[in-house]
Nanobody, 124 residues
């Protein structure tokens, strides 16, 4: 089973920044996404990017603060998180779409592979 590996999480004060990274598997990449799950809450969509057309998508709660980017040469996706808030505290998961499902890259069902998650904690 393919397991993606996230890195870059940690503890930061409100208003600070972090950058998460995730290496895609060697298999076909249609899109890469980031989701997060806070304690007691459902996993929610954060951001996604299509691999060929480099089109980004964002959840409403992170628009204007987070930026998703991909490096096709390194097969890696990044999530730059600026102006972090305590409510951004969550485990962040990287996911890979093969393009064999619905194509709705803002939904969890689209993704075939997932990472184990990296903790992001924002203190007030």
């Amino acid at each position: 089973q393919v397991q993606l590996v996230e890195s870059g999480g940690g503890l930061v004060q409100a208003g600070g920044s972090l950058r998460l990274s995730c290496a895609a598997s060697g298999r076909s990449v249609y899109a890469m996404g980031w989701f997060r799950q806070a304690p007691g809450k459902d996993r929610e969509f954060v951001a996604a990017i299509t691999w060929t057309y480099n089109s980004p998508y964002y959840g409403d709660s992170v628009k204007g603060r987070f930026t998703i980017a991909r490096d096709t040469a390194k097969n890696t996706v990044y999530l730059q998180m600026n102006s972090l808030k305590p409510e951004d505290t969550a485990v962040y998961y990287c996911a890979q779409s093969l393009g064999t499902n619905s194509g709705r890259i803002t939904t969890m069902d689209e993704y075939a592979y997932w990472g184990q998650g990296t903790q992001v904690t924002v203190s007030s």
